[in-house]
């Protein structure tokens, strides 16, 4: 594939090699751009297979006779089980969207099965994170859990028949992040009911929608899709997000099912059910202990919240539930057994809704091998703390802002949120951030707008910033850098030049940041910034000094109250069943 550099490359030993190593993810997650591979690697044709048993023939002497016939049956065997391994799996062990696999003859039937969407429904100016010294990057995927009640499938397993022609709400929402060296990876949720900036977003069938500040993030969904929900997590996070997967209320069902039952566990007997106090409840009744649930029941699960007592331990419930459900899956050898991945095909390929870019077996295959070496105990799941939302304490809550910029950080970095790695993985590894094709011009020629963004944590700006940074700045030759009054407040310092300008614009601005010591990964291109130009917004995490110095991460530095793993989950007490009474 033309990828010589690349780990592995050249080796004569047959494994199932890396999807960047073969060119299949490059347009997945950046590395087609890195390393210049196509984005699709050519399927394997009968006339390449033909070659290949001749080839065969003639170093191991098959011949015409018996003996020689036998030999190349076998090694036609060989070679087709090597195919279909191949071309069987769509491993998505994803929470409630599961995991699945394909079989080479349902190739084209699973991929008809499969619906898409655009990745994005607007322009956070978020870009790829810097490939590592290796030449690979984190994957980061955005996990979907949809209400929508469009047909009686999902009407009967969610109730609400006035909610029918609804658009549906994001209920869970996930971000999977797997590590650049694809030895950990994690699961970070925002519980449903928090209000965050939801940015301008256009719907799939062009319909635009203003942002706003006070809504809570479950209704990103409905602001234009999916794609939305992604704008508006990128937007949040400042993490770049490869690909978004959805799921509904019948998708959740058919593929708890088809993995024979999820394992949970509770502390004590559960009944959630509607009380004087609190209307509703999702149906959810277990007995004390673990159970392998599956069916409605592991949709009442997923949709539990009273009972577990909060929204963050209903993340926490969801948390168990796909740990379960990856156990599940390494006991059933999922990624391996062909006749597992048959049934598993069917059903998630069927359940799920993914953007556009994965929307086919192929890609999917790719996305799941990506997963498949890393252990359970590098796959750590975590939410972000919460307070209660002052205009309506009882009903939504709000992010506590030092707890996600860690984590928001940690992800930025590819710092694993476990500490059970290796010495070596414990640090963010040696980056290498690829140089612009188009060198800078000469600093004092480079216009640079200043913003004092350092009240985008909530606190006062920091006074007189703007000016001093545009100081700096000429000090250091860009002797047309001025400050500037206007202009939003940003948790993260970054460096932003016109879409418009291409490589020119990008040379520029690189050059702006790292004058300043600031990271490849703080230079983004932005729309909004065709009328300034190129602009240093400082934000929240550079108060003071002259020289950028990158907030410390470290691998496991997680917030108090961030990690929720659990052995079984707590009952609140109003909820408690003693396992007999009906009522």
């Given at each position: 594939?033309?990828?010589?550099?690349?780990?592995?490359?050249?080796?004569?030993?047959?494994?199932v090699?890396r999807?960047?190593?073969?060119?299949?993810?490059?347009?997945?997650?950046?590395?087609?751009?890195?390393?210049?591979?196509?984005?699709?690697?050519?399927?394997?044709?009968?006339?390449d297979?033909?070659a290949?048993?001749?080839?065969s023939?003639?170093?191991?002497?098959?011949?015409?006779?018996?003996?020689?016939?036998?030999?190349?049956?076998?090694?036609?065997?060989?070679?087709?089980?090597?195919?279909v391994?191949?071309?069987?799996a769509?491993?998505?062990?994803?929470?409630?969207?599961?995991?699945?696999?394909?079989?080479?003859?349902?190739?084209?039937?699973?991929?008809?099965?499969?619906?898409?969407?655009?990745?994005?429904?607007?322009?956070?100016?978020?870009?790829?994170?810097?490939?590592?010294?290796?030449?690979?990057?984190?994957?980061?995927?955005?996990?979907?859990?949809?209400?929508?009640?469009n047909?009686?499938?999902?009407?009967?397993l969610?109730?609400?028949?006035?909610?029918?022609?609804?658009?549906?709400?994001?209920?869970?929402?996930m971000?999977?992040?797997?590590?650049?060296?694809?030895?950990?990876?994690?699961i970070?949720?925002?519980?449903?009911?928090?209000?965050?900036?939801?940015?301008d977003?256009?719907?799939?069938?062009g319909t635009?929608?203003?942002?706003?500040?006070?809504r809570?993030?479950?209704e990103?969904l409905?602001?234009?899709?999916?794609?939305?929900?992604?704008?508006?997590?990128?937007?949040?996070?400042?993490?770049?997000?490869?690909?978004?997967?959805?799921?509904d209320?019948?998708?959740?069902?058919?593929?708890?099912?088809?993995?024979?039952?999820?394992?949970?566990?509770?502390?004590?007997?559960?009944?959630?059910?509607?009380?004087?106090?609190?209307?509703?409840?999702?149906?959810?009744?277990?007995?004390?202990?673990?159970?392998?649930?599956?069916?409605?029941?592991?949709?009442?699960?997923?949709?539990t919240?009273?009972?577990?007592?909060?929204?963050?331990?209903?993340?926490?419930?969801?948390?168990?539930?796909?740990?379960?459900?990856?156990?599940?899956?390494?006991?059933?050898?999922?990624?391996?057994?062909?006749?597992?991945?048959?049934?598993?095909?069917?059903?998630?390929?069927?359940?799920?809704?993914?953007?556009?870019?994965?929307?086919?077996v192929?890609?999917?295959?790719?996305?799941?091998?990506?997963?498949?070496?890393?252990?359970l105990?590098?796959?750590?799941?975590?939410?972000?703390?919460?307070?209660?939302?002052?205009?309506?304490?009882?009903?939504?809550?709000?992010?506590?802002?030092?707890?996600?910029?860690?984590?928001?950080?940690?992800?930025?970095?590819?710092?694993a949120?476990?500490?059970n790695?290796?010495?070596?993985?414990?640090k963010?590894?040696?980056?290498?951030s690829?140089?612009?094709?188009t060198?800078?011009?000469?600093?004092?020629?480079?216009?640079?707008?200043?913003v004092n963004?350092?009240d985008?944590?909530?606190q006062?700006?920091?006074?007189?910033r703007?000016?001093?940074?545009?100081?700096?700045?000429?000090?250091?030759?860009?002797?047309?850098?001025?400050?500037?009054?206007?202009?939003?407040?940003?948790?993260?310092?970054?460096?932003?030049?016109?879409?418009?300008?291409g490589?020119?614009?990008?040379?520029?601005?690189?050059?702006?940041?790292?004058?300043?010591?600031?990271?490849?990964?703080a230079?983004?291109?932005?729309?909004?910034a065709?009328?300034?130009?190129?602009?240093?917004?400082?934000?929240?995490?550079?108060?003071?000094?002259?020289?950028y110095k990158?907030?410390?991460?470290?691998?496991?530095d997680?917030?108090?109250?961030?990690?929720?793993?659990?052995?079984?989950?707590?009952?609140?007490?109003?909820?408690?069943?003693?396992?007999?009474s009906?009522?």
């Open positions: 594939m033309g990828q010589s550099s690349v780990r592995g490359e050249g080796t004569r030993k047959k494994r090699p999807a960047r190593e073969l060119g299949w993810d490059d347009d997945l997650h950046g590395a087609g751009e890195a390393t210049g591979a196509k984005a699709d690697a050519p399927e394997e044709t009968d006339t297979a033909a290949s048993t001749r080839a023939r003639r170093r191991g002497g098959g011949g015409t006779g018996p003996s020689g016939r036998a030999a190349a049956r076998r090694r036609a065997k060989k070679t087709g089980k090597r195919k391994l191949r071309w069987t769509i491993t998505l062990s994803l929470l409630i969207l599961g995991t699945a696999g394909a079989g080479y003859l349902y190739y084209e039937h699973l991929n008809g099965n499969i619906r898409g969407g655009s990745r994005a429904g607007g322009d956070s100016g978020v870009k790829r994170a810097a490939p590592n010294a290796l030449g690979d990057t984190p994957l980061n995927i955005l996990l979907i859990g949809s209400d929508s009640r047909d009686e499938k999902n009407i009967a969610g109730g609400g028949r006035d909610d029918k022609n609804r658009k549906p709400l994001a209920d869970v929402q971000l999977l992040h797997i590590s650049a060296d694809r030895k950990n990876a994690s970070i949720s925002i519980p449903r009911d928090t209000v965050v900036h939801i940015p977003c256009k719907g799939e069938d635009p929608y203003a942002a706003t500040d006070s809570p993030i479950n990103s409905q602001r234009g899709g999916p794609g939305c929900t992604l704008t508006t997590w990128e937007n949040l996070t400042g993490v770049y997000i490869d690909h978004w997967m959805m799921v209320f019948a998708g959740v069902v058919a593929m708890a099912d088809e993995v024979g039952g999820v394992p949970v566990c509770v502390k004590t007997g559960v009944w959630d059910r509607s009380t004087a106090a609190q209307h509703g409840g999702s149906g959810l009744r277990l007995t004390e202990g673990s159970h392998d649930i599956k069916g409605e029941q592991a949709l009442q699960w997923l949709r919240r009273h009972a577990f007592g909060s929204d963050q331990n209903r993340a926490k419930a969801q948390h168990m539930y796909m740990n379960g459900m990856m156990k599940r899956l390494q006991e059933q050898n999922a990624w391996s057994d062909t006749g597992r991945l048959m049934g598993l095909a069917e059903t998630a390929t069927t359940a799920l809704q993914v953007s556009d870019e994965i929307r086919s192929k890609k999917l295959f790719d996305l799941s091998m990506q997963f498949k070496n890393v252990k105990d590098r796959l750590t799941t975590a939410t972000v703390p919460t307070v209660e939302y002052p205009q309506r304490p009882k009903e939504w809550l709000q992010l506590v802002p030092s707890s996600a910029d860690r984590m928001w950080a940690m992800l930025r970095d590819d710092v949120l476990d500490k790695g290796d010495l070596a993985d414990a963010p590894k040696p980056s290498t690829a140089k612009p094709k060198p800078a011009e000469d600093p004092a020629s480079i216009a640079v707008t200043v963004g350092t985008g944590d909530g006062a700006p920091a006074e007189g703007a000016k001093k940074m545009a100081s700096t700045l000429q000090g250091k030759g860009f002797t047309r850098a001025e400050p500037t009054q206007e202009g939003e407040g940003r948790k993260d310092t970054v460096v932003t030049y016109p879409k418009a300008s490589e020119q614009g990008k040379a520029n601005a690189q050059s702006v940041a790292t004058a300043l010591g600031l990271p490849a990964s230079v983004r291109a932005d729309t909004a065709d009328a300034q130009g190129i602009t240093l917004i400082v934000g929240a995490d550079w108060r003071e000094g002259d020289t990158k907030p410390r991460t470290e691998a496991g997680l917030p108090q109250g961030a990690d929720d793993k659990a052995s079984c989950m707590d009952i609140y007490s109003v909820y408690k069943w003693d396992g007999k009906k009522n």
